[in-house]
């Protein structure tokens, strides 16, 4: 059998012994095929509850002869031997548990998936049981004085102690057994990595908000706008001019904000005052430049249409014919004016 459908039928068997449907957990368990140790100790286990003591006897031995050192196996199997009758088979299987015990006083299951933990006394406890039933008192008084050396938790001494006492009495007391339901369960990594996953998710269906669109893909198409919104220009610096057009044909010092004005470029004289000074606009922004730095020059608009850009007329002046420089030093800046270049 695959071990998908090996570890499906084992959790389901789990499953329903947890709910109490011990039926349900014995055919799940018997569904797989060469079952190893511990499905044939699940196997025993529900036999046992369900009271059919031979088949749970014939899969106690079907889990020893799986796994020769399982130590809780010749327990279950000698606590079914015992029930059946058959004492000194009983004996000899609590006396292979204790050996496979290996000098410890307890093995913890847990890490096989098994919630149980069998103890050296505890085997003890049965074994002196055993010598009790065949009559055998004084071996029975070594083995619980031998286990009460070997207990490991309170109650164990109080077993042990009425134990010792019914052995006095030569009377016979119940032996120790797995509580029911304790059985072998899968690992639960390994059942989560057998699971299907989905790792792509489900597909989702788009669908476009557009009329009769046949579009697949990622995303549905938009419908268009009826009156989409222009998308802004880039800004227009000779748009609705004012003031008389002149170039600068020299370079000024940048002002206390970074601004200057460069060779070639044109600025708007709003006004020029007595101390040979313009008040220009230059960029949408006012500022003073001397006014032997400025030359007149005539723009005209680029279309009819009144785009706001404005261009130099080709024929009176073009960059190329700029004059040299005057030889005549400019005029000192007023103390009023001053570090206030375009602002």
Same mark, same amino acid.
């Given at each position: 059998?695959?071990?998908?459908?090996?570890?499906?039928?084992?959790?389901e068997?789990?499953?329903?012994?947890?709910?109490?449907?011990?039926s349900?957990?014995l055919?799940?368990?018997?569904t797989?095929?060469?079952?190893?140790?511990?499905?044939?100790?699940?196997i025993?286990c529900?036999h046992?509850v369900?009271?059919?003591?031979q088949?749970?006897?014939?899969?106690?031995?079907l889990?020893?002869?799986l796994?020769?050192?399982?130590?809780?196996?010749?327990?279950q199997?000698g606590?079914?031997?015992?029930?059946?009758g058959?004492?000194?088979?009983?004996? $000899?299987?609590?006396?292979r548990?204790y050996? !496979?015990?290996?000098?410890? /006083? %307890?093995?913890?299951?847990?890490? &096989? +998936?098994l919630?149980f933990k069998?103890?050296?006394?505890?085997?003890?406890h049965?074994?002196?049981?055993?010598?009790?039933?065949?009559?055998?008192?004084?071996?029975?008084?070594e083995n619980?004085?031998?286990?009460?050396?070997?207990?490991?938790?309170p109650?164990?001494?109080?077993?042990l102690?009425?134990?010792?006492?019914?052995i006095?009495?030569?009377k016979?007391?119940?032996?120790?057994k797995?509580? $029911?339901?304790r059985?072998?369960?899968?690992? !639960?990594?390994?059942?989560? /990595? %057998?699971?299907?996953k989905?790792y &792509? +998710?489900?597909?989702?269906v788009?669908?476009?908000?557009?009329?009769?669109?046949?579009?697949?893909?990622?995303?549905?198409?938009q419908p268009?706008?009826n009156?989409?919104p222009?998308?802004p220009?880039?800004?227009?610096?000779?748009?609705?001019?004012?003031?008389?057009?002149h170039?600068?044909?020299?370079?000024?010092?940048?002002?206390?904000?970074?601004?200057?004005?460069?060779?070639?470029?044109i600025?708007?004289?709003?006004n020029?005052?007595?101390?040979?000074w313009?008040?220009v606009?230059?960029?949408?922004?006012?500022?003073?430049?001397?006014c032997?730095?400025?030359?007149?020059?005539?723009?005209?608009?680029?279309?009819?249409?009144?785009?706001?850009?404005?261009?130099?007329?080709?024929?009176?002046?073009?960059?190329?014919d700029?004059?040299?420089?005057p030889?005549?030093t400019?005029?000192?800046?007023?103390?009023?004016?001053?570090?206030?270049?375009f602002?």
């Open positions: 059998m695959a071990l998908v459908e090996l570890m499906r039928h084992w959790s068997g789990v499953a329903a012994a947890e709910n109490g449907d011990w349900s957990a055919r799940s368990f018997a797989i095929t060469e079952p190893r140790s511990k499905i044939c100790f699940n025993g529900c046992l369900l009271g059919d003591l088949k749970a006897e014939e899969a106690f031995t889990t020893i002869e796994d020769k050192h399982l130590a809780v196996g010749y327990f199997r606590f079914v031997l015992f029930q059946k058959k004492f000194s088979l009983a004996l $000899q299987d609590w006396g548990a050996t !496979e015990m290996r000098g410890n /006083q %307890l093995i913890d299951y847990k890490i &096989l +998936g919630t069998l103890y050296s006394c505890e085997i003890l049965n074994i002196a049981l055993a010598h009790a039933k065949e009559g055998n008192w004084t071996k029975a008084e619980v004085l031998l286990a009460l050396k070997q207990k490991v938790e109650r164990h001494g109080t077993k102690d009425k134990a010792m006492e019914d006095l009495k030569q016979l007391f119940a032996p120790l797995i509580p $029911q339901g059985i072998f369960q899968p690992n !639960e990594r390994l059942v989560e /990595q %057998l699971e299907k989905d &792509l +998710g489900k597909a989702l788009v669908a476009s908000v557009v009329d009769k669109d046949s579009f697949s893909g990622f995303a549905p198409l268009k706008a009156n989409p222009s998308r220009k880039t800004p227009e610096i000779l748009k609705d001019p004012t003031g008389e057009p170039r600068v044909f020299l370079s000024l010092p940048q002002d206390s904000r970074g601004n200057a004005s460069l060779p070639g470029n600025v708007f004289v709003l020029k005052c007595e101390d040979n313009a008040t606009v230059f960029n949408g922004r006012k500022g003073i430049v001397p032997n730095y400025l030359e007149p020059v005539e723009l005209r608009f680029q279309s009819a249409q009144q785009t706001g850009v404005l261009s130099e007329d080709q024929s009176p002046h073009k960059q190329s700029v004059p040299a420089p030889a005549d400019p005029p000192g800046l007023p103390k009023s004016l001053k570090g206030q270049f602002y």
